[in-house]
Every structure is written in structure tokens, then in C-alpha cells.
T-cell receptor
Framework: KNEVEQSPQNLTAQEGEFITINCSYSVGISALHWLQQHPGGGIVSLFMLSSGKKKHGRLIATINIQEKHSSLHITASHPRDSAVYICAVSSTGNQFYFGTGTSLTVIP | EPEVTQTPSHQVTQMGQEVILRCVPISNHLYFYWYRQILGQKVEFLVSFYNNEISEKSEIFDDQFSVERPDGSNFTLKIRSTKLEDSAMYFC??????????????FGPGTRLLVL
């Protein structure tokens, strides 16, 4: 079973486009994390949120606790945004569950 | 900027051998984690560690696995008798403190383990 589901699995966008990646989860959570995994494998934490909305530069993350859903938005996408974006949750049982990731390619 | 480091970057071993993967977390961080990612699959949680003991572990983290903080700076993952299915990228992470899961985690670059 997948505690965390992401969509889409793959996404190709033209430079400048507004991008949305969705995440749904089925467990009770203490926090939700958005991560970026670069082609070489390295993982960077983008956001950690437990309610509402956070913004960092061109990235915006939102979460709806009641609907168990989060979105990651990228405004004015750029080729350097090309990466795999991973949604992960810290469950109330102190476990961590990861989505399978969304592979984003931004074409110049 | 402080970062989590991992050694080695790549390790090849024979099935049945013991391996130790090493991590140096960020110095003022109190929570440490190990994750693994089998090629082409999602990241999986193995274990979290706080105050010199395991805080949580997943079903994957069976008796073949152990973690240790031997000297106050290193954080190690030992696999006692490696199996082919242990081949994966292993990531270490650390967070500043507070409750596990509530803090931003900083990931190391990973160790790619190949079991032959």
C-alpha cells in the first residue's frame, strides 16, 4: 500500500510555465516535507509544513490537513528546476513515508 | 554552510559480507536518520536516532541492521551480512532537534552500495 501518492509521475513543461505537483496521503501526519532530488541523487529539503502555505522564492507549498492533500507550485519555471520532486510525511506514529516522486523536465 | 557528509561514496561488497556506512551529521544537530533508495524506487525510511538510541525504525530495519554513534561525530549504519537486495543508495540525514519529523532534515550525498 502507498501511504503517499503523487501526481503526475512525469511532467514536461516549457520554460516560464506555472507548475503544480500534487501529493495525497492516507496517514495521520505531524508534518509534510517537499524534497528535491537532483539527477546525481542528492536530496535537498525544500519545505516542511504542517498547515497553511509557505513560499520560498518561486516555490510555494500548500497543505490542506482536512483533505490530506498538499501541492507544490513552481512559478516561472526554469530548466534548472528540472529534478525529481518528492513528497514525504512524518506520521503521528513517528514513521516517515515517501512518495514515488514527480520527475520534472523544464525545456528552454 | 554546514553539510552532512557520507563515506564512502560508493561501496562494492560480496554477499554475506559486513559493511559499515559512515555519516558525519551537522555538528549541532540532535536527530539522525538513515534512508535507502533502491534504484528506480522511492526513498524508504530505515531508522531515526536520538540521544544515543534508536527513536523509531521501520520494518526494513531488521536484525541485520544496526546504528551507532561511536565517537560523538560519526553516525554509522552497519549491515551484518549483506544480501543482494541490500543494493541501494543509502542516505543519512540530520535535523536540529525537537521532535523527530517536525524539523527540516538535511541530507548527505548518499553512499551507493552494490552487493554482488
Amino acid at each position: 500500500k502507498n501511504e503517499v501518492e503523487q501526481s503526475p509521475q512525469n511532467l514536461t513543461a516549457q520554460e516560464g510555465e506555472f507548475i503544480t505537483i500534487n501529493c495525497s496521503y492516507s496517514v495521520g501526519i505531524s508534518a509534510l516535507h517537499w524534497l528535491q532530488q537532483h539527477p546525481g541523487g542528492g536530496i535537498v529539503s525544500l519545505f516542511m509544513l504542517s498547515s497553511g502555505k509557505k513560499k520560498h522564492g518561486r516555490l510555494i507549498a500548500t497543505i490542506n490537513i482536512q483533505e490530506k492533500h498538499s501541492s507544490l507550485h513552481i512559478t516561472a519555471s526554469h530548466p534548472r528546476d528540472s529534478a525529481v520532486y518528492i513528497c514525504a510525511v512524518s506520521s503521528t506514529g513517528n514513521q516517515f513515508y515517501f512518495g514515488t516522486g514527480t520527475s520534472l523536465t523544464v525545456i528552454p | 554552510e554546514p553539510e552532512v557528509t557520507q563515506t564512502p561514496s560508493h561501496q562494492v561488497t560480496q554477499m554475506g559480507q559486513e559493511v559499515i556506512l559512515r555519516c558525519v551529521p551537522i555538528s549541532n544537530h540532535l536527530y539522525f536518520y538513515w534512508y535507502r533508495q533502491i534504484l528506480g524506487q522511492k526513498v524508504e525510511f530505515l531508522v531515526s536516532f536520538y540521544n544515543n538510541e534508536i527513536s523509531e525504525k521501520s520494518e526494513i530495519f531488521d536484525d541485520q541492521f544496526s546504528v551507532e554513534r561511536p565517537d560523538g561525530s560519526n553516525f554509522t549504519l552497519k549491515i551484518r551480512s549483506t544480501k543482494l537486495e541490500d543494493s541501494a543508495m543509502y542516505f543519512c540525514a540530520s535535523s536540529e532537534g525537537g521532535l523527530a519529523g517536525w524539523e527540516t532534515q538535511y541530507f548527505g550525498p548518499g553512499t551507493r552500495l552494490l552487493v554482488l
